[in-house]
Every structure is written in C-alpha cells, then in structure tokens.
C-alpha cells in the first residue's frame, strides 16, 4: 500500500498499548517485540519503580491478581495483592513472578507465556536488538509514569524522585527524542516541564470535568492531550487543535472506532490489537 491510498496520515502514530496487550501478555518483552510485526510507530508503557531504583514496566505497582503468579506457583490473590509492592522488591525478586502463563480473562485471543515484568533497560535493549536483526526502524515510546498522591512514598516515589528516575535512564539509553513521557498525575507533569521544557509530553485523562477543566491543572500548554476515546467528539478533537495540541485517545479496540477518530482528525491512535492496523 502506497502513502498516498492510506486510509490514515503517513505520520499517524500508531502506538502498541502495553506493547500489544490483545495479543501477549501486557508490558513483556514479547509482547512489545510482537507489536513490532505491526506498522506501529511507538510503544506504549508504564512504569513503576523497583526497591533498588530500577524502572520497572508494570501497570500496577504491585503485582496484580488479575495474571500474577508467585514464585511458589500459587496465583496472586485479590486480598495480598497490594502488600506485594514492587518498590519493595529487587529485580531479581520481581523477575520470579510469572505474569504470563495465566493469561487475561478480558483478553481471550492473549497467547499464554512464561513471562516476567521487565526493567525498562531490558526491553529497550531487546527492542533495539530485535529492530538491528530485523532491518526495522526503531520504534518510539510512550512513557507513562504510574503515579497518584494517594501512593506516594507507599507504592511510588515523590513526582520529584520519579521524574528524575525516568529522565536520568531516558538519557543513559540515549532515546530521548525518540519518547514521549505522560501520566494522569498533574503534579508529575508540572514536574517534569519544570526538569525539561522540552521533553514530548502527553496529559492523560479519564474524567468527565472537560478539556478547559483538566488544562488547568497544569502550568503549561501540553504537546498532546490523550483521553479515553469515548470521552472525544469531532468539536472536541477540532477545539485542540486550535490550541496547537495535538490528540491521541486510548484503547481503542474496534475498527469501527479507529474510522471514526481517524476521520474525525486524531494524530495517533493508542491500541491493544495493533494488528488491526493491517485491517484498515
């Protein structure tokens, strides 16, 4: 297929959600070299932080009962599950809980594998190996710092700390113009602009209070606006774009979804079944 009879922008950003959380399991380094297969352009994750300083990808800060198994190979249950805190435990601890070999109820086409919650240096090392013996481009990333008021200092450090965790490995690994650095916590965003104007960034949202109601939460303009995809309209996607911001909703799942945002004017589209993109 040629640029000119795509049925997206040639600089639509598509971006792997959890690396392909449909597909494989979420936030593993299979799961992100799988979306690799797909034509999307940047990988999707989140990041918690371990007892030794490591940044690990994980959605949770502990491990979830919904696909983790302790090293005794019983699963994680609901009532210890947030007593399991990653920034509790080393790597090496972390790396003995499976989430793979369960799978996802929510996700019933997720291939089950014996996998564990990587460090972010890991999966960029493999991302970068797997793109040198592929002949692929290397693929940009969305980082999103895991991170509320209500658990700071019990399941993640201060913004403060945590900012400059993930702005001090960005640079170690020699990708900063290659990522994007969001989150939901405002305090995490006026944070990072005040330790680097210039980073890509991108202000989660899943409220209801309004685009106006949420801008004001920060200090500054940001570079992309990202809500939930049901939260958007065409007025809403045209509105922020007269400010100079650009969109890129998440999960979107269904192609009938994708047609609509993109013809509605989106930048990108954040998705748990990149391969979809094919489908298009």
Known sequence: MTATTLPYPIDFDWQGHRGCRG?????TVPAFLKALSYPVTTLELDLAVSKNGD????HEPWMSHHICTKPDGNPVTEKEEK????MEMT???????DCGLRGNKRFPKQQKSAVHKPSFK????AVDEFCLKTIRSKPNYNIEIKSHPDGYEKYMPQPEIFVDFVLQEVKDLKI???VCIQSFDPNVMNTLIKKDDNITNAFLVENKEGIDNNLKKLTFKPDIYSPDFQLLTKES???LHAMD????????NKLKDMKRLISWGVDGIITDYPNLINEL
């Open 245 to 252: 911001i650009k969109v890129i909703p998440w999960t979107v």
């Open 237 to 239: 996607v045209d509105s």
């Open 91 to 97: 790597y090496a601890k972390i790396k003995q809980f």
């Open 122 to 125: 890991d999966m960029v090392t």
């Open 83 to 86: 007593d399991l805190k990653l």
């Open 23 to 27: 597909l494989m399991p979420e936030n």
């Open 55 to 58: 940044l690990i990808i994980s």
């Open 176 to 178: 900063r113009k290659r």
